[in-house]
Structures are given as structure tokens and as C-alpha cells.
């Protein structure tokens, strides 16, 4: 069965394309988004490295974290991903995922869901952000993505807004499963309401509610499954683990098809070990 990866990346080219070489069979399609701010040498290191015919670029947002340009960055690479004729499953994924299976089998699990999405979803609000009035505060207060030279976005609190007409938010996790008609109905989302697309451009960490919003308040609802194929830990604090060889058994025993995140500069072991012991490479 086709499947299109849809990957963020900002840097650790090598890893980026040893995530493109684990995942290659000749039912796959990769679009890399690469951060318009990355550094000139990691481009040319991906030129090089992923110079392969099923390798497609995206148009380059620069990506500022907690805001609103992963979100566009994500629809750039919808926009691609339709432009080429979107295959059953877009798989989203970031430069720091692995997969903990074999790419076969991964197309297998995706081939017995057909016109299925599976995201991570939960209503706002939700105890899961519950040290963020449920997830509210994220979208109740206007979010400056960029303030002078700084790269995290910034709340004014005294901005409270009103949640766009007609839709209920949700929110989950950014790291999701797009049906071929998922795909097309968050692009017709992002035009028939550009005033939610305004909207979002104030919302905080938004493509953790931008996606699922527009999915749960669509005729496709029923057809997104409440789940994350992504085994991710969250030690406290804004960002995710990096895990490191001494976290294999968890990673192992996870059930997921892919994990997030590693950092070859940190700990290459745990990869190694990965190909040898799930995914039977070298």
C-alpha cells in the first residue's frame, strides 16, 4: 500500500536520512520540510544525502517553536503531498523519529485501516494541559510567534479571544496519521474558514490543535481514531525525552511503530541497537 512521509526537519542531516533509508520500499513517498532557518550546510548535506527519486521538497517556512509556522509548514507539505495525488496514509513525522518496526509492516498496519485517520484527540477543555487552564490559555490569549529576537511565542494575557464560530477545540498530539481525505479536507478547512487560519496564527504550540480541530469538527469525525502510532515520554516541562540507549526495554515494549526523539549527537548506540534488534538491519 502507498504511503507518504511527511517529515519536519531542522537539523542532524545524517539522521534524517538514515530515518528516509529505514522507511524506503517501493510503496513510499517522502516530503521533507526543511526549516527555513536551518543552516546552510545542513541543506546541502540533505541535497546530497536525499538526492533520491522518491524524496519531494517542500516550499521552506521558517519555524519558530511553540507557534504558528509548524502548522504551515505541515499544509505546505499537504499541499505537495496532494499535488503528487495523496496515497491512503500520510504518515506526519519529525527529523527525531524512528520507526520501531519494518517499513513493510508498517504499511501493513496502515492497509488493514483504509480511509482511516488515527490522531491522538481530546477535548478542550482537557486535564491533560491542565497546568494550561486545560489547554484554554492556549488559545484564549493571543500568542505572538516572534517578538524581537525571540524564538518562543509570547502571551498577552489581557488579548482574551473568542474561540472561531461554529467549532469546538481540540487538541493532541502533532505527530498523526492523514487518511487521502483527511488530507483534502484540512486544505479545504484552511480555505472555506480563513477566519479560523487567522485565528490560529495567535494560537500557542497550535499544530497540537490545529489539525485535530478542523478533523473533529468535520463529517470525517467517525473516521479518526483516537490514537498515536508515536511512543513518546514527557519527563516534565515543554519537551518531550531524548532517549538514550538506557531507555531501549521501554522503547522495545512500547508496541508503537515509531518513537521520538533521538539525537545521533547524543546517543547514536540506540539506533544501532534498533536496527539490529526490531527492525532486523545489519
Same mark, same amino acid.
Given at each position: 500500500?502507498?504511503?507518504?512521509?511527511?517529515?519536519?526537519?531542522?537539523?542532524?542531516?545524517?539522521?534524517?536520512?538514515?530515518?528516509?533509508?529505514r522507511?524506503?520500499?517501493?510503496?513510499?513517498? @517522502?516530503?521533507?520540510?526543511?526549516?527555513?532557518?536551518a543552516?546552510e550546510?545542513?541543506?546541502?548535506?540533505?541535497m546530497?544525502?536525499?538526492?533520491?527519486?522518491?524524496v519531494? =521538497?517542500?516550499?521552506?517556512?521558517?519555524?519558530?517553536?511553540?507557534? @504558528?509556522?509548524?502548522?504551515?509548514?505541515?499544509?505546505?507539505?499537504?499541499?505537495?503531498?496532494?499535488?503528487?495525488?495523496?496515497?491512503?496514509?500520510?504518515?506526519?513525522?519529525?527529523?527525531?523519529?524512528? !520507526?520501531? +518496526?519494518?517499513?513493510?509492516?508498517?504499511?501493513?498496519?496502515?492497509?488493514?485501516? !483504509?480511509?482511516?485517520?488515527?490522531?491522538e484527540?481530546?477535548?478542550? !477543555?482537557?486535564? +491533560? =494541559?491542565a497546568?494550561q487552564?486545560?489547554g484554554?490559555k492556549r488559545?484564549?490569549?493571543?500568542?505572538?510567534?516572534?517578538?524581537?529576537?525571540?524564538?518562543?511565542?509570547?502571551?498577552?494575557?489581557?488579548?482574551?479571544?473568542?474561540?472561531?464560530?461554529?467549532?469546538?477545540?481540540?487538541?493532541?498530539?502533532? =505527530?498523526?496519521?492523514?487518511?487521502?481525505?483527511?488530507?483534502?479536507?484540512?486544505?479545504?478547512?484552511?480555505?472555506?474558514? !480563513?477566519?479560523v487560519?487567522?485565528?490560529?496564527?495567535?494560537?500557542?504550540?497550535a499544530?497540537e490543535?490545529?489539525?485535530?480541530?478542523?478533523?473533529?469538527?468535520?463529517?470525517?469525525?467517525?473516521?479518526?481514531?483516537?490514537?498515536?502510532l508515536?511512543?513518546?515520554? =514527557?519527563?516534565?516541562?515543554?519537551?518531550?525525552?531524548?532517549?538514550?540507549?538506557?531507555?531501549?526495554?521501554?522503547?522495545?515494549a512500547?508496541?508503537?511503530?515509531?518513537?521520538?526523539? @533521538?539525537?545521533?549527537?547524543?546517543?547514536?548506540?540506540?539506533?544501532? +541497537?534498533?536496527?539490529?534488534?526490531l527492525?532486523?538491519?545489519?
Amino acid at each position: 500500500m502507498a504511503v507518504a512521509y511527511l517529515i519536519r526537519a531542522h537539523h542532524r542531516p545524517e539522521q534524517l536520512v538514515r530515518l528516509v533509508e529505514r522507511l524506503a520500499t517501493p510503496n513510499a513517498s @517522502f516530503f521533507v520540510h526543511l526549516d527555513g532557518r536551518a543552516d546552510e550546510l545542513v541543506r546541502e548535506a540533505l541535497m546530497i544525502g536525499l538526492a533520491r527519486h522518491d524524496v519531494h =521538497w517542500v516550499p521552506r517556512v521558517d519555524v519558530y517553536y511553540s507557534g @504558528f509556522s509548524p502548522v504551515r509548514a505541515v499544509v505546505a507539505g499537504l499541499e505537495e503531498i496532494e499535488r503528487a495525488g495523496a496515497p491512503p496514509h500520510t504518515v506526519l513525522l519529525s527529523g527525531q523519529c524512528y !520507526p520501531l +518496526r519494518p517499513a513493510p509492516a508498517i504499511e501493513a498496519f496502515l492497509a488493514e485501516r !483504509p480511509g482511516q485517520s488515527l490522531a491522538e484527540h481530546f477535548h478542550l !477543555p482537557s486535564e +491533560r =494541559w491542565a497546568e494550561q487552564e486545560g489547554g484554554l490559555k492556549r488559545i484564549r490569549y493571543r500568542h505572538f510567534e516572534r517578538f524581537r529576537f525571540r524564538t518562543k511565542t509570547l502571551s498577552v494575557p489581557l488579548l482574551r479571544r473568542a474561540f472561531p464560530a461554529g467549532l469546538e477545540p481540540w487538541g493532541g498530539s502533532a =505527530w498523526s496519521v492523514l487518511s487521502d481525505d483527511a488530507v483534502k479536507a484540512v486544505l479545504a478547512f484552511r480555505d472555506e474558514r !480563513p477566519d479560523v487560519w487567522r485565528f490560529f496564527r495567535g494560537v500557542k504550540s497550535a499544530d497540537e490543535i490545529f489539525f485535530q480541530t478542523a478533523l473533529l469538527n468535520s463529517p470525517l469525525r467517525d473516521h479518526v481514531a483516537n490514537e498515536t502510532l508515536h511512543y513518546i515520554e =514527557w519527563p516534565g516541562g515543554s519537551h518531550p525525552r531524548t532517549f538514550t540507549s538506557a531507555d531501549f526495554d521501554r522503547i522495545a515494549a512500547s508496541g508503537k511503530l515509531f518513537a521520538r526523539k @533521538f539525537d545521533v549527537a547524543r546517543d547514536v548506540e540506540i539506533l544501532d +541497537r534498533i536496527d539490529r534488534e526490531l527492525l532486523g538491519e545489519g
